[in-house]
């Protein structure tokens, strides 16, 4: 009996573990070293106790660094690398179109997340060249 015993508790410790999701955010993600790790926080299942956190730790990663070219392309000589439509696509829209096209596309996956980001608007949103510059 206690070999049974012993043995249904071995079954129930493990049974979490493996219904637990393989691709559960981790803090490592949160070091943001490639576009995987990104990925990962923008996609954190609900479930996950980092949901709130990696969510919002994705939005404000990708809101920063697009303000960031926003304000460095400000000026009459500038040349941005992206130029969103009007009316600019919502936050939300823009973060899931960028999430769908990262996972389409795992050959940028251990590039630097900025780096894959860019690559995606400027593909996504390119701005028209000056007349002269064609």
């Not at 980092?50 to 990708?62: E, I």
């Not at 690398?81 to 999430?99: S, Y």
Request: neutral net charge; proline residues 12%; glycine residues 6%.
């Amino acid at each position: 009996m206690g070999s049974k015993s012993s043995m249904k508790g071995m079954l129930l410790l493990a049974t979490p573990l493996a219904i637990s999701p393989a691709y559960a955010v981790t803090e490592e993600d949160f070091l943001v070293r490639n576009a995987e790790n990104l990925v990962n926080l923008c996609t954190t299942p609900p479930r996950d106790p980092l949901h709130a956190a990696a969510v919002n730790f994705c939005t404000g990663y990708l809101v920063g660094a697009y303000q960031y070219h926003e304000s460095l392309n400000s000026g009459p000589d500038s040349h941005p690398l992206v130029c969103p439509p009007e009316p600019k696509p919502t936050r939300q829209q823009a973060i899931a179109e960028f999430v769908t096209w990262a996972q389409a596309h795992p050959e940028y996956r251990n590039e630097r997340p900025v780096d894959v980001m860019f690559r995606f608007m400027a593909g996504r949103w390119p701005c028209k060249k000056p007349p002269g510059q064609e």
